[in-house]
């Protein structure tokens, strides 16, 4: 279970959260932790019994471990605890007014998280009474907060939005929702309560409900799709909730059909975590798996046209993986395949010796009863990924402002698999324009590992006023993007946003901006069809195209596109004065460049990625620009303790077999021309998230 979405609460700094748990040691006394802040305890020297608070953090599997702060109504904190190995933990609220909210910080899934909650009334002394702080408890803070639930641990909205009867109504609510999910868990659906109804064992009861719920926030409330369900469609059952739902709440989800959980796929954790127990060389070989870890996977292993040895290299290879400790699996949603066989897509959660944090998710497949990690069995290396950015204007101009952007990006390696056939491809599906995104091989230097967007019509040919090859077959593309932006919202209230002015980088944007309405109706876990047309068999292009495409193959995204509002709540990294240099007018690297040195500060996820792009603007208007006239180079950081990267035009290439011998990034010295550095870092749930910051020559 997990939110997608960053709670910036009070004196915290987390990111984007998803499924697991972390157990550390527990901390004696019999608030449950350790104390600190204010005393809870208190309570006039004993003459009075305690009024009592306790409860469970989860995100499905309990957060031993997590950090736990509970705020009052006059803004006081009332303590902080560290929950034991089972999520629990408990305040003495004596000497306290209400209403409260709780917030939960820990390791969940192979990232930091944060959760919410709140509780309207004061228990009277002696009593006890339970508030959990999980997902589902942070979607009802969110209901009540019309907006970011972290806003309900500042004294103002908690007084504000927080009262018996508004948290009633929103459990209501949530209840009707929830319904069918709970009564699948064995609860009672008229009287569960994501608040106090208590979490008793792990997997099952109401924690069972949290495993079977995925939430995410919206800009005024919550969005819950059903992980019960098999995916069929193009997508899974899924309710928005706002304002109105706490008056009319929307249709209940179905009934769960499917049953998996962490305990599915224990076998899998368990060989997984043997495999990483070997040592680096014991593990995988350049081409093959070795003892240690072939049982971890399936012999026709197979995932975007990479064998297991090769997928998962990286990790098999590295020493930062000694040590490294497997966590509960998250099921993020179940399917079937072309086989009828039953697959379930799945997050595999690891802590590194070290405490650090990471994760992969890989299609698992039910064979004759038993779960084995098969990967997508597709031989294209293809994906639409959710993209978040802040982006930074260095040189501001009309309608144009910094900004965060919510994305799609749509990638095809023609360098791998089936993709060396590749000419053209169509994507279709919710978020992209209804005709198609078209890709095409790209003449720019950096763009060997993917096609590019050549136009947004579905259209297979290229525009009637081309002046060099009119409504001829696309054959090749002087662009540089393989991304779509969606939306986007200013940086700084009361900046304007033109949105037929925004350019940036390797960046194309939607003819129009979608709304919050239109992000929210794009399924959690969406569908897209990817139409394929081949070159020749010598790899040359085709000056025709049959109708219908070569082949065709659907991808899911692995979680729900973010509006800009929530995105503005995220914790971001930051790129560091002294690289920008290169998108700086007047700097020192404004000549032609072979080489852009990027360092950051890490506030959030490790950076796993540093980009920058080129661009002559006296090129960028006409229709077909050469290989030199723009560049965008992609440089992978080696290990995610690394604070610094060089990214070079040097060994580049390009998806159109264009030489690259020689790249440079041009000049930025006249009017128009833009550069752009950027930084990348991989939320939990797959999101890519960048930090970009624009330069562009006024």
């Known amino acids: 279970m997990g939110i997608q979405e960053t709670l910036r609460g009070r ?26 802040g204010s005393n809870g305890g208190s309570n006039g020297g004993g003459s009075q019994p305690a009024a009592t608070v306790q409860g469970t953090a989860a995100s499905g599997a309990f957060m031993g471990g997590a950090q736990v702060t509970m705020f009052d109504a006059d803004g006081k904190t009332v303590g902080t605890r560290l929950a034991d190995a089972n999520g629990r933990y408990s305040f003495d609220v004596s000497g306290f007014r209400a209403p409260f909210a709780l917030q939960a910080t820990g390791t969940a899934g192979g990232e930091t998280v944060t959760y919410v909650s709140v509780l309207p009334t004061k228990p009277a002394s002696g009593a006890t009474v339970t508030a959990n702080v999980t997902p589902l408890t942070t979607a009802l803070a969110a209901l009540l907060a019309g907006g970011n639930p ?93 304002a109105s739902a706490l008056t009319k709440p929307p249709a209940a989800l179905p009934t769960p059909t499917t049953s998996t959980n962490a305990r599915t796929f224990e076998a899998i954790r368990a060989n997984l975590q043997a495999c990483f127990t070997a040592a680096p060389a014991a593990r995988a070989s350049a081409t093959a798996l070795l003892t240690a870890c072939a049982p971890a996977f399936a012999s026709d292993y197979l ?32 399917g079937k395949a072309d086989s009828g066989e039953a697959t379930a897509f799945v997050r595999f959660p690891f802590v590194r010796a070290d405490g650090s944090t990471s994760q992969f998710t890989r299609r698992v497949t039910n064979r004759a009863g038993t779960w084995t990690m098969t990967g997508n069995q597709r031989q294209y290396e293809a994906a ?19 900004r965060y952007e919510t994305s799609l990006r749509v990638l095809l390696n023609p360098q791998t698999g089936l993709g060396i056939k590749a000419q053209l491809v169509r994507v279709t599906g919710p978020g992209l324009p209804g005709a198609g995104v078209v890709l095409a091989r790209s003449r720019v230097c950096g763009s060997s590992a993917n096609l590019v967007i050549q136009n947004l019509n579905g259209s297979p040919t290229y525009a009637a006023n081309d002046p060099v090859a009119p409504n001829a077959v696309i054959s090749s593309s002087g662009q540089s ?36 309405g239109d992000i929210a109706a794009i399924p959690t876990f969406a569908s897209y069809t990817f139409d394929v047309w081949y070159l020749n068999s010598d790899l040359s292009p085709k000056t025709t195209l049959p109708t219908s495409p070569d082949d065709s193959f ?64 006296a090129a960028a208007v006409a229709p077909a620009p050469a290989a030199g006239d723009r560049t965008f180079i992609q440089t992978n950081v080696p290990s995610y303790l690394q604070r610094s990267v060089t990214v070079s035009t040097a060994k580049q290439g390009s998806s ?37 910051v624009v330069g562009t020559y006024r």
């Open 11 to 36: 004196g915290s700094r987390i990111w984007t959260p998803v499924l697991g748990v972390m157990t550390v040691a527990v901390m004696a006394a019999c608030g449950g932790g350790g104390d600190s």
């Open 150 to 242: 972290a806003d309900l641990t500042g004294a103002s909205a908690l007084n504000s939005k927080v009262s018996s009867a508004g948290v009633q109504q929103a459990t209501a609510a949530l209840r009707a929702v929830l319904a069918n999910v709970a009564a699948s868990a064995g609860m009672n659906a008229g009287s569960f309560d994501p608040i106090s109804t208590p979490l008793t064992t792990e997997g099952q009861g109401a924690d069972a409900v949290i495993d079977l719920v995925h939430v995410t926030l919206t800009a005024n409330g919550v969005k819950l799709a059903s992980r019960g369900a098999q995916l069929t469609g193009g997508s899974i059952p899924e309710a928005v909730l706002d």
């Open 303 to 334: 995932n975007n046209s990479y064998s297991a040895a090769v997928d998962f290299s990286a990790l098999f290879s590295s020493t930062d993986m000694n040590g490294a400790v497997f966590q509960a699996p998250v099921v993020l949603f179940n």
């Open 384 to 402: 639409v990924t959710r993209r978040i950015s802040k982006v930074i204007e260095r040189n501001p101009g009309a309608g144009i402002a910094s």
């Open 481 to 516: 993007s393989s991304t779509v932006v969606l939306a986007a919202t200013p940086l700084k209230a009361g900046d304007a946003l033109t949105w037929s002015s925004l350019s940036s980088g390797a960046n194309t944007y939607a003819s129009a901006p979608l709304s919050d």
């Open 554 to 617: 659907t991808v899911t995204s692995s979680g729900g596109v973010l509006m800009p509002s929530v995105i503005a709540r995220q914790t971001w990294n930051e790129i560091a004065e002294g690289s920008l240099d290169f998108v700086t007018t007047g700097g020192g690297k404004t000549g032609v460049q072979t080489t852009v040195d990027v360092n950051w500060t890490q506030n959030a996820e490790p950076v796993d990625r540093a980009l920058a792009f080129g661009r002559q603007f």
């Open 656 to 692: 159109a077999f264009v030489s690259c011998n020689g790249a440079t990034f041009p000049a930025f010295a006249s009017a128009g021309d833009q550069r752009t550095v950027e930084i990348r870092s991989t939320t939990g749930d797959d999101t890519q998230k960048f930090v970009r």
